[in-house]
């Protein structure tokens, strides 16, 4: 193949490429890497045949404009990932702090329902955890292993099946916004009423602090991320409800956009409880001090970076505006 015939093979790809070069924000840096190496195939045929030729000057050229290209992308997405995680995040909790405030306080309302039903009815715990249930725990305590109901699943298979759920019901309660905000409370409601029945009836047995050891191992993150969820139900409904100097629509997506990146947020979350509750909250065996240990770090985690951080980036980003202005 001569050098020109070489050149009129393949002049269209590298013109595409050339486009693509044009408008690298519609590009993927999969893509833009794909191109570079085709590019960097074509660069060492032309070494090889047309060596100082044309071709070989050209795509020397493409191709180092397409490793910049490339390189800056990868740099961008990663700004952007890590801006999300260290200030876009934060911000938005900050800026709906009151509305976190609130379901933390229906969800603990909500578990002072359960507590005080189970105290007053006795069946009041089977009604909400079914029979089922109830019974099967009953028999694991007379076997004098309380907490076996997390080791009838391989671990794999429950830390799968665990984190999957989860993220659903906290993509539930949030979507549940859409009818506003009372049907993101009603699983908030739902969810706290359960949990409340739940742990006073091994307090009823004398084995709250057992069973407080081992469900907060996971449950200290998978409750607060619920628990955040519903929260980011909330700012959905309320946008639409309560549009204030927005119009209704404009409210309506700011809320959506905000909530939704709440949620997202909280997958990882999802999938470190989900771990947690798959792999560690089954070994019952394990030292107090340790189980002490991870749910205070998971509970400073929540505080820490839904809390605490969020009011400090804020306070930065303040002052941030008071220089530039």
Do not use: C
Not at 3 to 22: G, H, M, V, Y
Not at 72 to 92: G, V
Not at 189 to 201: P, T
Not at 218 to 230: D, F, Y
């Amino acid at each position: 193949m001569t050098e020109s015939a070489f050149i009129s093979a393949n002049i269209n790809r590298w013109q595409e490429f050339e486009r693509s070069l044009k408008s690298p924000k519609g590009e993927s840096p999969d893509h833009l890497k794909s191109l570079f190496l085709q590019t960097t195939d074509d660069l060492a045929y032309a070494q090889t045949f047309f060596k100082g030729g044309e071709a070989e000057n050209y795509l020397q050229q493409l191709s180092h404009k397409l490793q910049s290209t490339v390189t800056k992308r990868r740099a961008f997405h990663w700004a952007k990932f890590s801006r999300f995680w260290s200030q876009e995040l934060p911000l938005i909790s900050y800026k709906y702090r009151r509305t976190l405030l609130y379901s933390v306080l229906i969800f603990l309302l909500s578990v002072g329902i359960g507590v005080f039903s189970a105290a007053k009815d006795p069946t009041y715990t089977r009604l909400i955890m079914g029979d089922r249930y109830v019974d099967m725990t009953e028999s694991f305590i007379e076997d004098d292993d309380p907490m076996a109901v997390y080791k009838q699943s391989g671990q794999t298979e429950m830390f799968l099946g665990i984190t999957f759920n989860n993220i659903m019901v906290s993509f539930y309660a949030f979507a549940l916004g859409l009818f506003t905000a009372v049907g993101t409370v009603y699983i908030m409601v739902s969810n706290g009423i359960m949990l409340g029945a739940f742990q006073f009836f091994f307090f009823q047995k004398g084995l709250f602090w057992t069973s407080f050891l081992t469900i907060w191992i996971h449950g200290t993150l998978e409750i607060s991320a619920i628990v955040i969820a519903g929260a980011a139900g909330m700012i959905l409904g309320n946008s639409f409800m309560f549009p204030k100097s927005y119009s209704r629509v404009e409210s309506f997506k700011r809320g959506a956009r905000d909530g939704m990146k709440l949620v997202i947020g909280l997958v990882p979350i999802f999938i470190t409880a989900g771990f947690l509750e798959g792999f560690v909250t089954r070994l019952t065996d394990m030292p107090t001090a340790l189980k002490v240990f991870i749910i205070v770090v998971s509970l400073g985690f929540i505080l820490f970076y839904f809390s605490w951080y969020p009011r400090l980036i804020y306070q930065s980003y303040k002052q941030q505006q008071k220089h530039v202005s």
